[in-house]
């Protein structure tokens, strides 16, 4: 290509101002608004602003229970908008860039830095002009969008609380093996016995509910009673192949004798106390409603019965695992002594060895002062972190070099196999030379998508520590830090690789290096 020529397609590329980008969300498969509409009209209000789309960033992460750095789409945003690729962002609503109103305001205030503007692709959706009362107004619509989860979630809550209270059983998704839902005229649910009957089943043979039960009372105790229930119903059901868990699932759930915990967080074996008089085991029964919407399986002599059997042979039932609430130096602390982690237990951490505990508003104000004590004094935090910057930024261009000459070659390379093409040899990506390259350029390309994730956060965990460190109010940052969770954690685990800490002794921190 001719000298000229280039330099003409060069000067008619868009420049930054002229490129947007767009960004979808979406936290649930039932949301009304799928990342392929959000993106089709964010196409249609970027035709509108005669602007160019530089690149779309998806993401399908909650904006509720994670920060936005937590999201590999929006890291590679973030990544692009600070590397002045574009000065423009189309997002549907901004409920999609955060629901929480200190996330939005971080995330306004670093596009704010970088010169970029965020419009919206929603009819109807206020649009900050950058203006202070414009800001305040903003900020109370994404707080009371902060708010309607929460009141939604209390709504659910109650009503489920009140149902119970009335002995309605309620059940959200499938009903429990052995029943099917039915619904009469005013939409109200009950629950009555669906088709598990075992094998060759009659009228006059029981259900697999109560062959399970029967059989369960009739084993002797013994360590492996669930394993071999489990084989002896197996042998007889035909609708289901039952496992362990759920077997010791539906001994455990009062729903199959008509019953229902008034207290759902309540554990059901906790209800299995021993008898003040007898000092036998027995079922508190006042911590059960009967349930008037469930026809009862088996009789509730002997649910309690087999309740009290399950206290007496405990079995672990496979749960799943939730994701824990959030909080300061999370996964950074363990014990010196027995080199357990510390986990926030209450107003306390705790190793799991009991050695160490301290008030949870002891440690914070110790280790944010010791923090700050370091960055003030010592600017090696900051260094490290531009040193690692710059090694990221030269391994992406590293990998980005790599990756230009492997589609050189493997250009070359395909010239050279349709020259050489022939009728006994049609395969012509079957090429084991051409599928290595390949295989390398998908390696380089994650490689790169990893790297810039992390030079994003490194990024933004740069500019908060050159922020705190002109501060120098301690008391003043402490406190945003308290207040900010959620944003303090990410910086945390970016500049701590652990701290070390036991009782009384000073908490020794070792920083990311």
Same mark, same amino acid.
């Given at each position: 290509m001719?000298?000229?020529?280039?330099?003409?397609?060069k000067?008619?590329?868009p420049?930054?101002?002229?490129?947007?980008?767009?960004?979808?969300r979406?936290?649930?498969k039932?949301?009304?608004?799928s990342?392929?509409?959000?993106i089709?009209?964010?196409?249609?209000r970027?035709?509108?602003?005669?602007?160019?789309?530089?690149?779309?960033?998806?993401?399908?992460?909650s904006a509720t229970?994670?920060?936005?750095?937590?999201?590999?789409?929006?890291?590679?945003?973030?990544y692009?908008?600070m590397?002045?690729?574009?000065?423009?962002?189309?997002?549907?609503?901004?409920d999609?860039?955060?629901?929480?109103?200190?996330?939005?305001i971080?995330i306004?205030?670093?596009?704010k830095?970088?010169?970029?503007k965020?419009?919206?692709?929603?009819?109807g959706?206020?649009?900050?002009?950058?203006?202070y009362?414009?800001?305040?107004i903003?900020?109370?619509?994404?707080?009371?969008?902060?708010?309607?989860?929460?009141?939604l979630?209390?709504r659910?809550?109650?009503g489920?609380?009140e149902?119970?209270?009335?002995?309605?059983?309620?059940?959200?998704?499938?009903?429990?093996?052995?029943?099917?839902?039915?619904?009469?005229v005013?939409?109200?649910s009950?629950?009555?016995?669906d088709?598990?009957?075992?094998?060759?089943?009659t009228?006059?043979?029981?259900?697999?509910?109560?062959?399970i039960?029967?059989k369960?009372?009739?084993?002797?105790?013994?360590k492996?009673i669930?394993?071999?229930?489990?084989?002896?119903?197996?042998?007889?059901?035909?609708?289901?192949?039952?496992?362990k868990?759920?077997?010791?699932?539906i001994?455990?759930?009062?729903?199959?004798?008509?019953?229902?915990?008034?207290d759902?967080?309540?554990?059901?074996?906790?209800?299995?106390i021993?008898?003040?008089?007898?000092?036998?085991?027995?079922?508190?029964?006042?911590?059960?409603?009967?349930?008037?919407?469930?026809?009862?399986?088996?009789?509730?002599?002997?649910?309690?019965?087999a309740?009290? @059997?399950? %206290?007496?042979?405990? /079995? +672990?039932?496979? =749960?799943? $695992?939730?994701? #824990?609430?959030?909080?300061?130096?999370?996964?950074?602390?363990?014990?010196?002594k027995?080199?357990?982690?510390?986990?926030?237990?209450?107003?306390?951490?705790r190793?799991s060895?009991?050695?160490?505990?301290?008030?949870?508003?002891?440690?914070?104000?110790?280790?944010?002062?010791?923090?700050?004590n370091?960055?003030?004094?010592?600017?090696?935090?900051?260094k490290?972190?531009?040193?690692?910057?710059?090694e990221?930024?030269?391994?992406?261009?590293?990998?980005?070099s790599e990756?230009?000459?492997?589609?050189?070659?493997q250009?070359?390379?395909?010239?050279?196999?349709?020259?050489?093409?022939s009728?006994e040899?049609?395969?012509i990506?079957?090429?084991?030379?051409?599928?290595?390259?390949i295989? @390398?350029? %998908?390696?380089?390309? /994650? +490689?790169?998508? =990893?790297? $810039?994730?992390? #030079?994003?956060?490194?990024?933004?965990?740069?500019?908060k520590l050159?922020?705190i460190?002109?501060l120098?109010n301690r008391?003043l940052?402490?406190?945003?830090?308290?207040?900010?969770?959620e944003?303090?954690?990410?910086?945390?685990?970016?500049?701590?690789?652990?701290?070390?800490?036991?009782?009384n002794?000073?908490?020794f921190?070792?920083?990311?290096r």
């Open positions: 001719k000298p000229q020529i280039r330099e003409t397609i000067m008619c590329e420049n930054a101002e002229e490129y947007a980008a767009i960004y979808a979406r936290s649930t039932i949301e009304n608004n990342i392929p509409s959000q089709a009209i964010a196409k249609e970027i035709e509108s602003e005669k602007l160019f789309i530089y690149d779309i960033y998806e993401d399908k992460e229970k994670f920060h936005p750095l937590h999201r590999p789409g929006f890291k590679r945003l973030m692009d908008a590397n002045g690729k574009f000065k423009t962002i189309v997002v549907f609503r901004r999609r860039l955060a629901r929480r109103v200190e996330d939005l971080e306004k205030n670093t596009f830095k970088h010169g970029i965020i419009i919206y692709s929603n009819k959706e206020y649009e900050c002009d950058g203006s009362l414009s800001s305040f903003e900020n109370i619509i994404i707080a009371v969008d902060e708010l309607e989860p929460a009141i979630s209390e659910i809550a109650a489920k609380k149902k119970r209270e009335r002995g309605e059983y309620v059940c959200g998704g499938c009903p429990p093996f052995g029943y099917k839902r039915e619904h009469d005013n939409g109200k009950s629950y009555v016995h088709k598990d009957k075992s094998k060759n089943a009228d006059n043979k029981p259900y697999l509910i109560r062959e039960f029967k369960y009372l009739e084993l002797d105790n013994d492996n669930f394993n071999n229930l489990t084989k002896e119903i197996n042998k007889i059901s035909d609708t289901k192949k039952f496992t868990e759920s077997i010791v699932n001994i455990q759930r009062p729903v199959y004798a008509g019953l229902l915990l008034l759902e967080n309540t554990n059901v074996l906790d209800a299995v021993e008898d003040p008089l007898s000092h036998k085991l027995t079922v508190d029964k006042t911590l059960f409603k009967k349930c008037t919407n469930v026809t009862k399986i088996i009789e509730r002599e002997t649910w309690y019965k309740l009290i @059997k399950c %206290k007496l042979n405990p /079995a +672990k039932r496979k =749960t799943i $695992k939730k994701d #824990s609430k959030n909080y300061l130096f999370k996964t950074l602390l363990h014990c010196s027995c080199k357990k982690p510390l986990h926030l237990s209450g107003k306390r951490y190793c060895n009991g050695c160490t505990s301290i008030p949870e508003y002891i440690l914070i104000d110790t280790l944010f002062n010791q923090i700050l370091d960055l003030f004094t010592n600017t090696n935090i900051i490290y972190q531009n040193e690692k910057l710059k990221h930024e030269k391994q992406i261009i590293k990998s980005e990756i230009k000459a492997s589609s050189d070659r250009n070359k390379l395909l010239l050279e196999i349709i020259e050489n093409y009728t040899n049609k395969d990506l079957n090429n084991a030379d051409l599928n290595e390259l295989s @390398k350029e %998908k390696t380089e390309r /994650a +490689k790169i998508e =990893t790297l $810039k994730q992390e #030079s994003t956060q490194l990024k933004i965990t740069l500019e050159t922020q460190s002109n120098k008391t940052i402490i406190n945003m830090f308290k207040r900010n969770i944003s303090t954690q990410q910086l945390l685990i970016t500049i701590i690789k652990e701290v070390s800490i036991y009782k002794e000073q908490p921190i070792e920083y990311q």
